[in-house]
């Protein structure tokens, strides 16, 4: 041990994947299934199971642990029940679920090296390999001979927490069908998890509560004294539970028929808000299992009858409302997760480590290695808790490094020393990172095109602010002939007489944008922005004829439209995908909500381009264009979106009027030149037999 990956049949495997991330989903479709049995609806089901997901984040935001994360899911599934309205829960599912998903689980800890325990001699103790975490805690306490190539045994702590759990299964299963109340289960099985923690806590070498070591009492610690207290009144609660499900008489209540759209969304956008705010320091897993969720619960989100009906949007709105939702929060988790350091000459670092990074301090006195807080804490809140625990001030050295230097995208991360260290070294036994793990670990990175700087625009997040003008003008005539006889029998002489119609129309507005790009690695980036512009059109209709009959005429009218234009896009050389929405105004239509959309790909160079009301709809308010995108740069490989000095669009753009009486296709052709890293003009123009259109921007990067 350490093993990170099983090989079969010539296929890599993570373990991680097979005992952790497998299981979850199965055990996340095992509760949506549970609701869908107690005759929840499908949508408020999908928007409860979501819930689960997103308190993950929150619960290991306040205690970073695997019961963190179980006690946030499970609050936040409760919240939301009460909020969509939703009776008899699957309890038995959850617990029977939990219980079961933490035993496999933890077999990921053991094979990962992670959570390991304290030094034993019993016949079942594991020994790990060199540049694992017990073999650097072994030999930072100086246990170890030099050229040791593994750990001394310890204690296999995930192992008995597993078999302990694997006991209690069929145990619970057997008293779940005995019992009245679903909630006594869940109590008795979080009760039994959280005693045999606090009985097995000391075996553990691995701290990853760092308050926990602040205190003993009769060989306890504090963490196994608040578990085992937690244990005591979990007990006592579900006696309580089960007394009071007896006590009741009469049926069961049912469940909600169905649920309000409005209350699908105010749970959504709490989820919405729970993963932006709870984002901080969680790692890739838990950021990508609430993204997944978050975009099941699309097909659910309907748009309000009352709403739209207000808004003049379609309830199929709200689908792609949910969907433009769901992309900003990926965009703000990943892009925060692997944003991209600069260098003080303008080149590019290493980007820092994705996600989480741990930092551990070697607590010499113990003999144990705690987790003091991660790459996401100051430097103040590091040395204070240092301080509390009596431990040297290394962990601001460890999480400098840690930003430095690309880390191991597992479980915990053992930070990496440097070929050469920036002060003096300390000594071997107050290390706090461990020595550079050997070529044939999974973290060991890989030398690729991945490696090279980025150019200098691409080298930090930019705002970009813009503008621009566009004007249009289109001339269609019709005419009409007809006959008028000059006799009363009907023959064939007689009169023709032709009537004109004449339409003229001429266009004209302006827009107003700003835009983050935000770099996400070093062939791609991530755009968030948006529009707003105004527009007004003015029409005359003529209509001449030599028909007497026919009163020539000349009619004026004008019409004036304003608009708000959102986005947001994932860009790479070869292909770009976003999503955006759309809201007009006009005093004839009111309110109008459009869904778009922006697809591009192909080569680096040339590429299919599609898009609708998105970050390239610079032609006015609602328009939309498909056809191909050229890129140019001279001498040289486009291997970043800014590596480009000039960009070209061949192909059709499609728009309606003002007054969206007429829907126009022309062909045509946009434009942009760099004319420095941050500096962009742009033309667009569209042409046709009886219509031209043409509008010019200029973007500008703003502040550093």
């Given at each position: 041990?350490?093993?990170?990956?099983?090989?079969?049949?010539?296929?890599?495997?993570?373990?991680?994947?097979?005992?952790?991330?497998?299981?979850?989903?199965?055990?996340?479709?095992?509760?949506?299934?549970?609701?869908?049995?107690?005759?929840?609806?499908?949508?408020?089901t999908l928007l409860a199971t979501a819930a689960f997901v997103a308190g993950l984040g929150a619960?290991?935001?306040?205690?970073?642990?695997?019961?963190?994360?179980?006690?946030?899911?499970?609050?936040?599934?409760?919240?939301?029940?009460?909020?969509?309205?939703?009776?008899?829960?699957?309890?038995?599912?959850?617990?029977?679920?939990?219980?079961?998903?933490?035993?496999?689980?933890?077999?990921?800890?053991?094979?990962?090296?992670?959570?390991?325990?304290?030094?034993?001699?019993?016949?079942?103790?594991?020994?790990?390999?060199?540049?694992?975490?017990?073999?650097?805690?072994?030999?930072?306490?100086?246990?170890?001979?030099?050229?040791?190539?593994?750990?001394?045994?310890?204690?296999?702590?995930?192992?008995?927490?597993?078999?302990?759990?694997?006991?209690?299964?069929?145990?619970?299963?057997?008293?779940?069908?005995?019992?009245?109340?679903?909630?006594?289960?869940?109590?008795?099985?979080?009760?039994?998890?959280?005693?045999?923690?606090?009985?097995?806590?000391?075996?553990?070498?691995?701290?990853?509560?760092?308050?926990?070591?602040?205190?003993?009492?009769?060989?306890?610690?504090?963490?196994?004294?608040?578990?085992?207290?937690?244990?005591?009144?979990?007990?006592?609660?579900?006696?309580?539970?089960?007394?009071?499900?007896?006590?009741?008489?009469?049926?069961?209540?049912?469940?909600?028929?169905?649920?309000?759209?409005?209350?699908?969304?105010?749970?959504?956008?709490?989820?919405?808000?729970?993963?932006?705010?709870?984002?901080?320091?969680?790692?890739?897993?838990?950021?990508?299992?609430?993204?997944?969720?978050?975009?099941?619960?699309?097909?659910?989100?309907?748009?309000?009858?009352?709403?739209?009906?207000?808004?003049?949007?379609?309830?199929?709105?709200?689908?792609?409302?949910?969907?433009?939702?769901?992309?900003?929060?990926?965009?703000?988790?990943?892009?925060?997760?692997?944003?991209?350091?600069?260098?003080?000459?303008?080149?590019?670092?290493?980007?820092?480590?994705?996600?989480?990074?741990?930092?551990?301090?070697?607590?010499?006195?113990?003999?144990?290695?705690?987790?003091?807080?991660?790459?996401?804490?100051?430097?103040?809140?590091?040395?204070?808790?240092?301080?509390?625990?009596?431990?040297?001030?290394?962990?601001?050295?460890?999480?400098?490094?840690?930003?430095?230097?690309?880390?191991?995208?597992?479980?915990?991360?053992?930070?990496?020393?440097?070929?050469?260290?920036?002060?003096?070294?300390?000594?071997?036994?107050?290390?706090?990172?461990?020595?550079?793990?050997?070529?044939?670990?999974?973290?060991?990175?890989?030398?690729?095109?991945?490696?090279?700087?980025?150019?200098?625009?691409?080298?930090?997040?930019?705002?970009?602010?813009?503008?621009?003008?566009?004007?249009?003008?289109?001339?269609?005539?019709?005419?009409?002939?007809?006959?008028?006889?000059?006799?009363?029998?009907?023959?064939?002489?007689?009169?023709?007489?032709?009537?004109?119609?004449?339409?003229?129309?001429?266009?004209?507005?302006?827009?107003?944008?700003?835009?983050?790009?935000?770099?996400?690695?070093?062939?791609?980036?991530?755009?968030?922005?948006?529009?707003?512009?105004?527009?007004?059109?003015?029409?005359?209709?003529?209509?001449?004829?030599?028909?007497?009959?026919?009163?020539?005429?000349?009619?004026?009218?004008?019409?004036?439209?304003?608009?708000?234009?959102?986005?947001?896009?994932?860009?790479?050389?070869?292909?770009?995908?976003?999503?955006?929405?759309?809201?007009?105004?006009?005093?004839?239509?009111?309110?109008?909500?459009?869904?778009?959309?922006?697809?591009?790909?192909?080569?680096?160079?040339?590429?299919?381009?599609?898009?609708?009301?998105?970050?390239?709809?610079?032609?006015?308010?609602?328009?939309?264009?498909?056809?191909?995108?050229?890129?140019?740069?001279?001498?040289?490989?486009?291997?970043?979106?800014?590596?480009?000095?000039?960009?070209?669009?061949?192909?059709?753009?499609?728009?309606?009027?003002?007054?969206?009486?007429?829907?126009?296709?022309?062909?045509?052709?946009?434009?942009?030149?760099?004319?420095?890293?941050?500096?962009?003009?742009?033309?667009?123009?569209?042409?046709?037999?009886?219509?031209?259109?043409?509008?010019?921007?200029?973007?500008?990067?703003?502040?550093?």
């Amino acid at each position: 041990m350490p093993i990170h990956a099983l090989h079969f049949l010539g296929q890599g495997l993570r373990t991680w994947t097979l005992v952790g991330q497998i299981p979850f989903l199965i055990f996340v479709i095992a509760l949506y299934l549970g609701g869908r049995r107690q005759g929840w609806p499908w949508r408020a089901t999908l928007l409860a199971t979501a819930a689960f997901v997103a308190g993950l984040g929150a619960g290991t935001a306040f205690l970073p642990s695997v019961l963190g994360a179980a006690g946030g899911g499970i609050a936040t599934w409760f919240l939301a029940q009460k909020v969509l309205g939703l009776r008899r829960p699957p309890l038995t599912v959850l617990a029977l679920g939990l219980v079961a998903l933490i035993a496999v689980g933890r077999w990921g800890c053991l094979l990962n090296g992670c959570c390991f325990g304290t030094i034993t001699d019993l016949p079942w103790g594991v020994r790990y390999a060199a540049g694992s975490s017990p073999y650097f805690l072994h030999q930072s306490l100086g246990l170890l001979a030099d050229g040791a190539s593994r750990s001394l045994a310890v204690h296999p702590y995930p192992a008995y927490e597993s078999l302990g759990l694997v006991l209690w299964l069929p145990f619970a299963y057997w008293l779940g069908r005995r019992l009245r109340s679903g909630g006594a289960l869940l109590a008795f099985s979080a009760a039994f998890d959280l005693g045999l923690r606090g009985c097995i806590e000391g075996t553990r070498a691995m701290i990853n509560v760092w308050w926990s070591l602040l205190g003993f009492w009769h060989g306890l610690n504090l963490f196994q004294w608040v578990l085992l207290a937690g244990a005591s009144c979990l007990l006592l609660l579900g006696i309580l539970f089960e007394h009071r499900a007896r006590a009741t008489r009469g049926g069961a209540t049912a469940p909600a028929a169905a649920t309000s759209p409005y209350r699908l969304w105010l749970v959504y956008l709490g989820l919405l808000g729970l993963g932006w705010a709870s984002d901080s320091a969680q790692t890739a897993f838990v950021h990508r299992a609430l993204l997944v969720a978050l975009a099941v619960c699309v097909p659910a989100l309907a748009f309000p009858r009352g709403l739209g009906a207000c808004l003049r949007a379609r309830t199929w709105f709200g689908y792609a409302v949910a969907a433009a939702l769901v992309l900003a929060v990926g965009i703000h988790l990943e892009a925060g997760a692997r944003a991209v350091a600069p260098d003080d000459d303008s080149e590019c670092r290493r980007s820092p480590p994705e996600h989480r990074t741990w930092l551990y301090d070697v607590d010499q006195r113990r003999g144990v290695m705690v987790r003091v807080g991660s790459d996401s804490d100051d430097d103040f809140t590091l040395r204070q808790r240092e301080d509390i625990l009596t431990l040297p001030s290394l962990a601001t050295r460890a999480k400098q490094l840690a930003m430095e230097e690309a880390s191991p995208p597992v479980h915990y991360t053992p930070i990496r020393a440097p070929s050469q260290e920036p002060w003096p070294a300390q000594p071997r036994s107050q290390e706090p990172w461990p020595a550079q793990p050997p070529s044939h670990e999974p973290w060991q990175p890989a030398p690729s095109q991945e490696e090279l700087p980025l150019p200098e625009s691409a080298s930090r997040s930019h705002t970009w602010v813009g503008g621009g003008l566009h004007a249009g003008a289109y001339s269609h005539s019709d005419s009409l002939k007809t006959s008028a006889s000059n006799s009363s029998d009907d023959s064939c002489g007689g009169t023709t007489y032709t009537t004109t119609t004449t339409l003229d129309r001429y266009a004209f507005g302006g827009w107003g944008q700003i835009e983050r790009e935000i770099p996400y690695d070093r062939q791609s980036v991530f755009w968030i922005g948006g529009r707003a512009g105004a527009g007004t059109e003015s029409q005359q209709t003529q209509i001449t004829s030599n028909d007497p009959s026919v009163h020539e005429s000349t009619t004026s009218a004008s019409y004036s439209a304003y608009y708000l234009n959102l986005w947001g896009e994932y860009e790479t050389p070869g292909f770009a995908i976003g999503l955006g929405a759309l809201g007009t105004y006009d005093n004839h239509h009111a309110i109008m909500l459009y869904p778009g959309f922006h697809i591009r790909g192909g080569s680096p160079r040339f590429g299919l381009d599609v898009g609708f009301a998105d970050r390239m709809s610079f032609l006015g308010q609602q328009n939309g264009h498909a056809g191909f995108s050229i890129a140019i740069r001279r001498g040289d490989e486009i291997r970043h979106p800014d590596d480009a000095k000039l960009r070209l669009f061949v192909g059709a753009f499609f728009f309606p009027g003002v007054d969206m009486q007429r829907f126009d296709v022309a062909p045509g052709f946009g434009t942009e030149v760099y004319i420095t890293p941050k500096l962009v003009l742009g033309f667009n123009g569209a042409l046709f037999t009886d219509q031209v259109f043409a509008g010019i921007h200029l973007r500008t990067v703003v502040g550093r």
